[in-house]
């Protein structure tokens, strides 16, 4: 007998690469089999193709890791960023809806307005400041009222890890090279390295009855100063970098940028709510782990 199919959309982005590599070893492999697709494969934002690919495979399960998340170009390309993180959304939370399948929708902390002073709990007013951030919110809404319950929100914030493009990628080059960087000092949040995002979400889908909204990160008040310096410090460490290259404190309007940040966008955690989901072994020690995967050139742990 078959085993019940677990469809990943997003498969070359950064989740969506950990998830995979750590399949064999995840609590999931033995329940599903598992299907990826990247944009190349199935356009999510095409009515008839979502229809016709998901009636031909009949996954039980949906995890979306796809998502348009260029922030900045957000703001011009808004038709874009609406296609993927909206529309796409919509069509499959309603292909879910009509065939008894789960979907499990990976958003953001950019559905806040960075207002707060207190991390955002998951019942929390959503007042997104960006296009991205709304487009975002307008994708959850859609999970929320086609499945109200079976459906799964994951927002998640400052993802990274050793695959694709991100801020510690972007800040060892910068330093590998000898470079000083100004990194902007007054936004909070916290980092979330994919591969305990991952862990997560299996744990999440493993979970039997598990609906609504959860948020998951590595804990952790920070700026993205902070944590620049901790790059640096992991780095120097690890030999990475040298000590040549100096950071330099900068504020928000000493750096400008297309699309407006929240300032504060800690997440209250989910899992301090669902014990047995797992817990994070902390920011800092993920980031060193990320880091030795770079180092030794590993494509995944």
Known sequence: MSRPILLLTGRNGQLGTVFSKQWETSLLSGRYEL???????LDIADSYEVKKYLSDLSPTCILNAAAY???DEAEFN???????NERAVGLLAGWCDDNSCRLVHISTDFVFNGEATLPYSVDSKTDPISVYGASKRAGERLVASRLPSSG???RTSWLYSEH??????????????????????????????????SNFIARLIAKDGAAGVYHFTDGGELSWYKFAVAIREIGIELDLISEQSTITPVTTADYSTAARRPAYS???????????????PGWWAELRSVLECIKAGSSGR
């Open 35 to 41: 299907v990826q697709v990247g944009r190349d494969d």
């Open 69 to 71: 998340t260029r922030v």
């Open 78 to 84: 808004r038709e874009s960023a609406y296609s993927v």
């Open 152 to 154: 799964i929100i994951v």
């Open 164 to 197: 694709g493009q991100n801020f510690v990628k972007t800040m060892l080059r910068l330093m590998s090279e000898g470079r000083d960087v100004r990194v902007v000092s007054d936004q909070v949040g916290s980092p979330t390295s994919a591969h305990t995002l």
């Open 266 to 280: 800690v997440l209250e955690l989910s899992p301090s709510e669902c014990p047995d989901l797992g817990d994070t």
